[in-house]
């Protein structure tokens, strides 16, 4: 009697089979008012992991700026890798920043994208070109007077899933792209290889998410609540003068994270503010499970979500050619948020453009912060010896 043997089904969620009892064993974040919590419940953010075993694994200092590579291991899934950057010397406590990268369709890196390395991955440069404006965003704001950490978030850079041996749904439609690339000619690198991947595969990650009672969206801003504990902990951070900025899908994380974090007292939202009703029904495709949490829009528009954080002021900058969502929508969104903000809360410019971070919105971007912060934005003079950073 022969037997058919069937193939073995490759994890849906490789990397992260420790993810499902780690999330369903865990408790909700408590934010710290009902507004905020609604939130939560929405997003199903889980109670953030305390990061454990934090390393300083390399330390260089360049142009005026110490960056030092930490990690740090969360309660599931590989561990998280972020950059500190700050001003050469600095010696009294500065204020903190979190810097949130955005989507951009490149999960094979993360942060990295933000911040001057010595040594940049290709993936990163492009990212850092195509969506920044060739500027290392993270490096840049350090050098204004803050102490930056960038990290990797849920499913991007070292937090990201392992496609070497992808799920089905996700091999067919790489398998899709391969031989596109083929009859196009075109050699594709390992970053690209994973994206292609990554991209198909988020779809599965959204689906685990909602069954398990989360969402993408959640487990990202799980991570950016850890690495906000992790900046608000270091040695020289005044944890009472901490802010953060995204650019895109950070921009969107920046939002969530000053609605659930009472720690934010500044942010700044770049490229990623609209009115739900403007991506019907022709934007919704140019948009991830970052933004699209189900459910969400019956807490109210997207614009809404800000009255929930207890911000002391926030920017909101708009590209008026950005692909990504309509003028209208943009608009009726600044319109909305002067109406919900009293005056100096809410600020909103409006520039012109696609979907990039130039250089200009950067700088008003940083002196934004530098103003909600506290902090004069001169770079240092007389820098005094480098002190290494000790935990």
């Known amino acids: 009697m022969n037997e058919t043997i069937q193939p073995v089904r490759p994890s849906a969620i490789p ?27 929405a997003l199903g953010v889980p109670v953030p992991s305390a990061p454990e075993d934090l390393q300083v694994h390399g330390e260089d200092t360049h142009d005026g700026v110490t960056t030092s590579r930490l990690s740090w291991q969360l309660g599931f899934g590989p561990r998280t890798t ?4 700050r001003p050469a010397g600095s010696v009294e406590p500065l204020p903190g920043v979190l810097a949130l990268h955005c989507h951009g369709g490149n999960k094979f890196g993360g942060a990295d994208r933000l911040v001057e390395l010595p040594h940049t991955h290709p993936s990163a440069a492009a990212a850092r070109v195509g969506h920044y404006d060739g500027h290392a965003l993270a490096t840049d704001v350090a050098r204004r007077g803050f102490a930056v950490l960038a990290h990797d978030g849920f499913a991007w850079g070292s937090r990201r899933f392992d496609l070497a041996d992808p799920p089905w749904r996700t091999a067919s439609a790489v398998d899709a792209r391969k031989a596109q690339w083929r009859e196009d000619g075109v050699e594709p690198s390992e970053a690209d ?46 944890r009472d003068r901490l802010g953060c ?20 007292r500044t942010y700044v939202v770049t490229c990623m503010m609209t009115t739900f009703q403007s991506l019907l029904p022709a934007y919704l495709d140019a948009h991830s499970w970052l933004l699209q949490t189900p459910g969400l829009w019956k807490l109210g528009d997207w614009p809404e979500l800000t009255t929930r954080s207890g911000a002391g002021s926030f920017l909101v900058q708009y590209a008026l050619a950005d692909p990504l969502f309509p003028e209208a929508g943009m ?7 002067k109406s919900l903000h009293s005056t100096g809360a809410y600020t909103g410019s409006f520039w012109p453009g696609g979907h990039v971070f130039t250089a200009r919105m950067q ?3 940083i002196s934004f912060l530098s103003a909600g912060l506290g902090t004069g934005g001169q770079r240092p003079q007389n820098r005094p010896t480098f002190q290494p950073l000790s935990l």
């Open 331 to 337: 608009r009726d969104a600044h319109n909305k948020l």
């Open 82 to 85: 972020g950059w500190l950057v």
């Open 245 to 264: 900025l995204g650019f895109s899908g950070g921009g969107g994380r920046s939002l969530i994270l000053a609605a659930l974090s009472p720690r934010i």
């Open 193 to 238: 290889l994973y994206n292609a991947a990554a991209g198909f595969h988020e779809d599965t990650v959204a689906k685990a998410s909602g069954l398990l009672g989360t969402s993408l969206a959640g487990m990202v801003a799980h991570d950016d609540l850890a690495a906000l504990e992790v900046l608000a902990g270091l040695p020289g951070i005044d």
């Open 15 to 41: 990397g992260y089979e420790d993810w499902p009892d780690w999330v369903r064993q865990r408790p909700r974040y408590q934010a710290s008012g009902p507004a905020a919590q609604e939130l939560s419940d």
């Open 363 to 365: 700088q008003e971007a």
